[in-house]
């Protein structure tokens, strides 16, 4: 359960990036706030179902490497996030209708990827959407409120300590499969 919540958290901190910037720079009411909110909270959470999916397909095929393969794709998520979007300003733009969809996506992409390591984390799918799903909801509702009184300084931190969070887990992983813990 420690993994799913970590892995919920560190998937959560994209979303949380982006409702904090909409709160601090388009300052949507409650209605928005929730829209934001819960599609986030969608997106975040059937997108691990998806590449658990795959991951369970694949896994008798890579059970050999599939730590390896865990690693590798939590690593490069996380060093995705640690980068950062450099000169994407589309967290600027207010999020509505078809462009809060396109943001749902584009910011649950990367949960897709960790998806597919669930099997390797030993993580059922019911609880993993589940609790990403919950996480992003709560996350990304409080970046609303949080934006709105902060200002947006706080997104890169924010999404900076997901990548941190998603390396330390692919570490994780292949210290217990590799016997190095």
Do not use: N
Request: glycine share 16%; aromatic share 6%.
């Amino acid at each position: 359960m420690i993994e799913a919540l970590l892995l919920a958290l560190a998937l959560a901190m994209d979303a949380f990036a982006v409702a904090l910037t909409q709160g601090a720079r388009c300052r949507p009411g409650f209605g928005g706030g929730l829209a934001i909110a819960l599609t986030f909270g969608l997106f975040q959470g059937v997108m691990p179902l998806i590449g658990w999916g795959i991951g369970a397909v694949a896994l008798a095929y890579v059970a050999a490497v599939d730590h390896w393969i865990a690693f590798g794709l939590l690593t490069f998520l996380g060093v995705r996030m640690l980068r950062g979007h450099d000169g994407d300003d589309s967290a600027a733009r207010a999020l509505t209708g078809r462009a809060l969809l396109i943001a749902g996506i584009a910011t649950s992409i990367d949960a897709l990827a960790a998806g597919i390591t669930l099997p390797a984390l030993g993580i059922g799918p019911i609880t993993a959407v589940a609790v990403i799903g919950l996480v992003t909801f709560a996350l990304s509702g409080a970046g609303v409120v949080l934006g709105r009184r902060a200002g947006d300084r706080l997104g890169e931190w924010a999404e900076r300590a997901g990548g941190v969070i998603l390396i330390g887990l692919g570490c994780k992983i292949l210290a217990e499969h590799t016997s190095w813990l």
